[in-house]
Nanobody, 117 residues
Framework: QVRLVESGGGLVQPGGSLRLSCAASGSDFSMYHMNWYRQAPGLQRDLVAGISSGGYLSYADSVKGRFTVSRDNAKNTVYLQMNSLKPEDTALYYC???????????WGQGTQVIVSS
């Protein structure tokens, strides 16, 4: 079972960019479907983007064309490139690993993104 550690969050101006990283320790990282979620204060945690073990990509409508999810299985890392950031992108961003065959659903501790001038 993997453990997840996110990094790369911070304060950025509207229109700016950030790249989040999620480093996984443990075995069989390539077998996991990896997701990025975010949660703003007082709101529910929402799915932002996902990448399957086979490389299939999915995005929330609110981030399509601005965010790109990718993975490097050799480095056990998944990334979220965020461009054209908006104040409404401000949230705590979480990395999530899912593997249905082992009923695994693992979360990182989150990294804060603040988009403000």
């Amino acid at each position: 079972q993997v453990r997840l550690v996110e990094s790369g969050g911070g304060l950025v101006q509207p229109g700016g960019s950030l790249r989040l990283s999620c480093a996984a320790s443990g075995s069989d990282f390539s077998m996991y479907h990896m997701n990025w979620y975010r949660q703003a204060p007082g709101l529910q945690r929402d799915l932002v983007a996902g990448i399957s073990s086979g490389g299939y990509l999915s995005y929330a409508d609110s981030v399509k064309g601005r965010f790109t999810v990718s993975r490097d299985n050799a480095k056990n890392t998944v990334y979220l490139q965020m461009n054209s950031l908006k104040p409404e992108d401000t949230a705590l961003y979480y990395c999530n690993a899912v593997r249905h065959t082992t009923r695994s659903n693992i979360w990182g501790q989150g990294t804060q993104v603040i988009v403000s001038s």
